[in-house]
């Protein structure tokens, strides 16, 4: 059996693989200018893309997770305001601030997700909203193992610190991001309990950011059109519906081996951001049942992988990290997926490591070759920390993965 680490690398290079030869498909036109060749496809931005996010990846498994530890020394604020994850925190938060700003923020189809790299001619750009959502993983997870499980429980001086941090990070994103502000949002959340936080704490602030979210919707048009189309999308099939009706008729459509690649019918025009946020549906039309399942397994297989490197490590920060991570890309996954499949409202989230996006590709290798290189550090399956942990970790980390699996 291969290690978890090499599992991952596995699921990564497949995941990769397999987006670029369906961001390629989806992105097919009926011009016969645009035709594909494969010298085009091979050269083109995705492969490039891959690459770059496969040697991230190698180079990140060099990374000692202890690096983010920062200080040990003082105070626990001074050793959390001292660590990198801070300095990556507030460089995200740098980074969102500039997507608001005249001459550096980039508008795609009515929304400002990007800042650019350069002169316009170029066209290159990043989404700082990846970059955030990562950092936000790392700051979170310093953070709980600085503090530690007792100081945790507290709600003034452990719990609202972090939320404050969260909020003012998703607050920036949700005026142009509410999945991706969402997302960060759950994820904090789940990593604050498993460090210890008390789920009333919680539950006594869950009401401000759930109002956030609330007016979010509430305050935005486009939005407010999302929810009733998810309601009802037959309503107004031209309009509001349109989006997932087609999403979910191009899934119906491939039944159970598909039209066949690159045959699919409703990238051409009839199915909006066919090679984002609803590549899947390309895939199920295309490759039927069996492409598919084959999604599913390939994110199944990387979650099992990652939950057993969590359960291998005996260093608080470098489960903590892990769980942020392995959570992250579950979520944004299942996100992704349900709304593919109409089960949830339509939002901006990419499906990991296939939709098109280098910024995406690039950073979530990254973290799961920091996962990677966790793994390659232990020799052999060890006993969990005898270090006191929060009640919340051992919970997380149980779902997570069974104890049998973190003997492999």
Not at 271 to 290: H, K, Q, Y
Request: aromatic share 8%; net charge positive.
């Amino acid at each position: 059996m291969p290690r978890p680490g090499q599992t991952i690398i596995i699921c990564v290079i497949a995941l990769l693989t397999l987006g670029i030869v369906m961001v390629t498909s989806a992105g097919l036109t009926i011009d016969a200018r645009h035709a594909v060749s494969l010298k085009g496809m091979l050269t083109g931005r995705p492969v490039l893309y891959a690459l770059c996010a496969v040697a991230m990846m190698f180079a990140a498994s060099c990374v000692r997770i202890e690096w983010f530890r920062g200080p040990v020394e003082g105070s626990a604020a001074q050793r959390v305001l001292l660590t990198p994850a801070t300095w990556l925190a507030a460089i995200a938060v740098l980074c969102l601030c500039l997507v608001y700003v005249d001459g550096f923020g980039k508008e795609v189809n009515y929304a400002r997700r990007w800042v650019r790299l350069g002169p316009e001619s170029v066209n290159l750009s990043f989404q700082p909203s990846e970059v955030a959502k990562w950092a936000m993983v790392f700051i979170i997870a310093t953070y709980v193992v600085h503090l530690g499980p007792e100081r945790m429980k507290r709600f003034a001086t452990g719990l609202v610190p972090a939320l404050a941090i969260t909020m003012l990070v998703c607050g920036l994103i949700v005026l142009e991001d509410l999945g991706t502000a969402v997302l960060i949002g759950a994820v904090a959340l789940f990593l604050l309990f498993a460090g210890g936080a008390r789920w009333w704490h919680i539950g006594i602030l869950f009401p401000l950011p759930a109002a956030g979210v609330v007016l979010a919707v509430l305050t935005s048009e486009y939005r407010r059109a999302r929810i009733l189309a998810f309601l009802d999308p037959y309503a107004d099939p031209q309009g509001t519906g349109y989006h997932m009706i087609q999403s979910m008729v191009a899934v119906a459509e491939g039944h159970v081996t598909g039209r066949g690649l690159g045959h699919g019918v409703y990238k051409f025009g009839y199915l909006p951001e066919d090679t984002t946020d609803f590549l899947f549906a390309v895939i199920c039309e295309e490759l039927g049942l069996f492409g598919a399942a084959l999604v599913v397994f390939l994110y199944v297989m990387l979650l099992l992988a990652g939950a057993s490197v969590i359960r291998r490590q005996t260093e608080p920060l470098a489960r903590f990290a892990a769980l942020g991570v392995v959570a992250t890309i579950g979520m944004q996954a299942v996100m992704n997926l349900m709304v593919v499949t109409g089960l949830a409202p339509t939002k901006g989230i990419a499906l990991p490591l296939l939709s098109s996006g280098g910024t995406g590709w690039i950073l979530t290798a990254v973290c799961l070759g920091l996962l990677v290189g966790m793994d390659r550090r232990v020799a052999r399956p060890v006993e969990p920390s005898r270090e006191p942990e929060a009640p919340g970790l051992e919970r997380a980390l149980s779902i997570a993965a069974p104890a049998s699996l973190a003997t492999r």
